[in-house]
């Protein structure tokens, strides 16, 4: 009996080895995961420059490894979204060989460089949802800095502008100063889209449409659906940032798009593309 009873005392202390072993594996393996991801934007630019360790040990002027090459040669590759296939891999490749150049490298400065974030928002205007987008940067603010609304993008505001560029379109007949502008009753009567009147260099300013809207009480923020990040950083390229909230080592906030800029054109295009100017 007491044979018996060691035998099963055994098995049982067996079984519970192996699942403690099992349970400090997986342990392990999720410790090392979120170790992995990248969890805030801070992090994202202190792994960019080399200034923390695979643990998120922070690296400081006076560390041998502040802005190690070696140390940025390993953490670059997994700071790109490698899951959705959308880099260019040749393109990376010549990015990072770029940025981590031993004569002259590239660093990213958190208040000083040319980089906005991309709010994804939802509002209410008089009384219906609709989406809006807010384009955000840094500005200098006495001793700190302050995050801007630097511009907008509302589908319900920009519907109401479609200014007619063409030969046939609305206009005010030059002799009008004559008739003492009385043509502008026939002109604005039934028009939706007095923007015809203006002037070939004529914008629309949604920012001010937006914070007039907002002022008179018709617009109403609800939340936040998604935010990425636009950077303008590097000479010769652009690149997005996105958190990618997913099991795995490659997640948090990675690289998500890569673009090679061939000039100071091809970069406005591009900010005029993400600003929805195009």
Known sequence: MRILLAFILGICTMQSSVGQGRLTDDMRETQEQLNASTKQINQFFRRFNGEEDKNGKRYYETDKQYHSTNLRNQYMPVLFDTQTGQIDRKLAEKFISTITDKKSPVFLDFHQDDWLAEVNTTFTYKGKKVPGTLYMRLQQQGQGYEWIIDNVSF????????????????????????????????????????????????????????????????????????????????????????????????????????????????????????????
Do not use: C
């Open 155 to 278: 589908d319900v505001f920009s519907s109401k502008f479609d200014k007619d560029t063409t030969e046939s379109k609305k206009f005010l007949h030059p002799m009008s100063h004559e008739l003492e502008f009385m043509t502008l009753r026939k002109a604005f009567a039934d028009n939706q889209h007095n923007e015809q009147f203006t002037g070939k260099d004529f914008e629309t300013d949604y920012l001010s449409i937006f914070l007039y809207e907002m002022n008179m009480g018709n617009l109403k923020f609800v939340t936040v659906k998604n935010v990425s990040f636009h950077f303008f950083s590097v000479e010769g390229y652009y690149f997005s940032l996105a958190n990618f909230n997913r099991s795995g080592y490659n997640s948090g906030w990675l690289i998500s798009s890569l673009v090679a800029l061939a000039n100071e054109d091809e970069k406005q295009q591009m900010k005029n593309y993400l600003y929805g100017k195009n």
